[in-house]
């Protein structure tokens, strides 16, 4: 060995020496905190409004909200003269989803055992199923508000009635309906029914007693999710249900309140007292959808046996 | 092998039959839809998709066409709501999808695992909240927002881009854009988290062993992994943007014509379907009825093909997050 | 093997499914049926009692007799006769006074359509109720178009509209009534900076329509300046004109609108009038959606221009910021206030050629004060109702309203700065209510 290269070998750096490797280093640091500080941001800029919205409509709607907000009809109500309530909206929008519910609840969660029961997944019929009720999923609010305003409507001659709306909206909530049953059961370990069998019960005992029994924390957290959602639409009941400044009492022919028209409209006429019945109304809907959705996401969960 | 009992048989076959109520439901609307919407079609052929003007002219006299009524000088084109549902659901996008997959890095991330589950909560909650109460707050808040703060801004830094100068409005492109955003970011984010939270573990602990930073093992291993799911939730986003109606139509500024700026009125073709039915059986030839069914029908066509392509992407296994958000 | 044998519980819920599949077809029938015959099969009994002038019976449902007197300066006698009697005796006196049934059966009336006429129904229906209780009247705000749409859709029973129908609409469905309720106006409303809101700005329907078509683009424009006194014109800020249009299918729109084709021949060949027209193309012109809608835009936006029916005048005009309004130009040359007088006398000097039909404008109307923008707001209703007792209670309904002693009474009225019909519109609407029959 010459005295030159012992000089070369001399100079050989470890890599968390090396002024680039350290250059580098610092630099991919700053960069993952910039990226972390702006994933913090994405995250308040889209929280803010949320709670805003919450907050605002929390302050506003409580502090109009009285006794006689939620005992009176909205008669005489909006203009300036005369305040009213919003007592026929609310029980209209409780009327609308219950019979939504009891149509499109039978209908959904049967089919949902239909296709989790007795079909394989890739059964020609129940794709054929699945594939309409994810298009019915996406079929536009307003789309579905025209076609039960010509059908049911006009062309039955129901004229603006709870019966159009209930109809309408349960064609909405269905594919929820569907999709969360077939899941739900689906997820039940077969070990639970080949207990079921190897004891002799038939399949249709099976499902009812056991694997339903099972799956229902699913199923109701769907259902009130289809709720929720039915709960806070607009376009459909635009067109089907218009609005009644009195309490329901008729199925056919009479037409019903709810309250999202009341936020709808209310909050485009020039007078505060229509404002403040808009505010009540938005308090009332987002408790509603707060509720809802608390008790089907966290406290259904804690319930679920699998 | 044992015949199967008869209650068996009845139970399948009633299930079965309660099933084909989805196939009943479609075929209504299909009906509906096409019966009241062909007079149209054949009337305005390919000018329905090309020309801006829409005009009832309900004042005219009734002429006829392959022997279907309509009123004569009237004209329907729907090119000016297409362009506001095409441009308010792409600044949706475009704003809506970077804060969505950061919000879902966050969770998945970076933020500690005590906070996840509140912040998830209230991002899914955002979902739920009416689309009404939205366009009130909108109303309320952010038009007055924009037309005191925002828009003056923008106009007076960005104001030689031509798409950024002129007179400021409070509703109208930006306005649309921004609630639309709002809306698509608890979707997106939803399903991204849930697709970034399934990438293997050893993937990641992989990169980490190699040193990498956390936003490298993002950027490098979840990404990419995530990426079909991911994009099957933007499509699937858009397909909600595209049919929002409520909120949109509350700020939208119902214009007749394309917009000049960020700031003009736009008209989406929701909004102005919900503005305009009930009042459209007032034309004798009913000829403005059947235009408004043919932009449901354009509506819904374009909503199903970008609802069929994002399931394609967004698979049976991720579809559970789909199921208590989406609301497409 | 042993056989799989049917368990009893199994065959309960099987049984339930099948119930619950029974009575879905068992409602979708009910509906199917309700749907086609609509007969409701209450009875009603009214007695009508009628003060001093005549007394009535009544019998069974489709009988009910009406005792109306209305008094006139020409001395007519009417007797129309249908299934339900009415006698319609004039006598010369200068007062009308209707005499209304006294109960009427269980009903919900809707009412839907102009939102210039929507304050002053939303004060009537409370009202009414509160005297026949078992009347409940839902109206609404949603633009002349939807109400006309939807009382010949059969979808509501009273379409409030600002504008009649038109000939071909009329030809198209000639079972609907066009009633005048109420003489009504409309105002011009500006939101200029700097100028007081006490200060009134003189348009005529040429300038006007050249703000609308964007000939005219700020408000210190010589052509406005020209309308103007001196130290208001010194007074016009630079700032652009930001026009506003209703977005909806609106009665307001067609008074605007027939009121600058009257005025400019150009508008008229080009773009005419009409519930929803073909708005020039304007930089910047903004919509509203109903009346209120126009009044928080032109709130909103400093240099506006919008048409606002009067109505809102007094929310307009004391919102933040106070919106100004205009005197217009009439036919006569000069620039009128959008007071009570001045509609009365283009009232007064258009009411007297009033066709039977009762479709006639009284826009652009002779006369040295009267307003220019000024209409009868019509309620339209079908000839045939088929909902049993929803005739009378129409009749009865309407009857009420036109009434001076109630429903054109200046308690309410004077809330929206509306003018009362004159007698012999009245009498001409007793006519036509007349027409309206059912079980």
Partial sequence: ?306 | MPKTPLTDQVYKYLTALLCCSAILFIFIIALVLIKYSYPSFAVWGLNFFTTTVWNPALNGNIIYKYGIAYMSGSSYGMLVFFFGTLASSGIAILLGVPTSLAIAIFLTQVAPRRIVAPISFLVELLAGIPSVVLGFWGLLVLGPFLLHSLEPAMSTYLGWIPLFSGHVYSYGFIASGLILALMIVPIVASISRDVMAQTPTELKEGAKALGSTNWEITRKVVLPYARTGIFGAVILGLGRALGETMAVAMVSGFAHYLPTSLYSAINTMAAEMALSLDGSFTDPSGMYVSALVELAVVLLVITMIVNVVARAFVKQGFVRSAEGVIRV | MKKISSNPRSAVSTIAVVAIVVVIIVVAAVGAYAAVGMNKTSTVTSVVTSGTTATVSTTAVSSVTNTVTSSVTSSVTNTVTSSITNTVTSTASSTVSISLTSTLPSETVLETGSSLLYPLFNLWAPAFNAQYSTVKITPASSGSGTGQSSAETGTVQIGGSDPYLTNAIQLTYPYILNIPVAVSAQQVDYNVPGLAASIHLNFTGQVLAAIYNGSITTWNNAQIKALQSASVAASLPSTTIIPVVRSDSSGDTSLFTYFLSQTNPGWSATIGYGNTVNWPKVNGEQSGTGNGGMVTTCEQYSGCISYIGVSYLVSATTGTPALGYAYLANKAGNFVNISKVNIQSAVNAVAPSTPADERISLEYAAGATSYPIVNFEYAMVSRNQNVTGMALTLRTLLEWAISPQYGNSATYLNQVNFVPLPASVVQLDLAQINEITGP
Wanted: net charge positive.
């Fill in chain 1, 1 to 306: 060995m010459t005295e030159s290269n012992l000089a070369t070998v001399t100079e050989v750096v470890m890599p968390w020496q090396d002024s680039r490797v350290k250059s580098n280093y610092r630099r991919r640091q700053i960069l993952d905190k910039v990226m972390k500080v702006l994933a913090l941001i994405a995250v308040v800029v889209v929280l803010f409004p949320l709670l805003d919205m919450l907050y605002l409509f929390a302050y506003k709607g409580l502090s109009v909200l009285s006794i006689s907000i939620l005992t009176e009809t909205t008669s005489g109500g909006g203009t300036g003269s005369s305040t009213g309530g919003i007592e026929n909206a609310i029980v209209g929008s409780c009327l609308l989803i219950g019979l939504s519910s009891l149509i499109a609840v039978p209908l959904g969660v049967f089919s949902g055992v239909y296709l989790a029961e007795f079909t394989s997944l890739h059964n020609k019929f129940a794709e054929a199923i699945r594939f309409i009720s994810d298009v019915l999923a996406g079929v536009p609010s307003i789309v579905l508000g025209y076609v039960g305003f010509l059908a049911f409507v006009l062309y039955l001659h129901w004229g603006y009635s709870a019966m159009a709306s209930a109809v309408t909206l349960s064609i909405l909530m269905l594919p929820y309906i569907i999709r969360t049953t077939e899941l739900s059961i689906r997820r039940v370990p077969d070990s639970i029914r080949e207990g079921a069998i190897a004891l002799g019960s038939t399949k249709s005992s099976m499902i009812n007693r056991l694997t339903l029994r099972f799956a229902l924390p699913g199923i109701i957290t769907g259902v009130m999710l289809a709720v929720s959602i039915s709960f806070s639409e607009t376009a459909p009941l635009l067109y089907t249900a218009d609005f009644n400044n009195y309490l329901p009492t008729a199925l056919f022919h009479q037409p019903v309140g709810f309250l999202t028209y009341i936020v709808y409209v209310y909050s485009n006429l020039p007078y505060q007292s229509a404002h403040n019945l808009a505010y009540a109304a938005s308090f009332v809907l987002l408790s509603f959808v707060f509720v809802v959705n608390l008790f089907a996401r966290v406290v259904l969960k804690r319930f679920s046996k699998i």
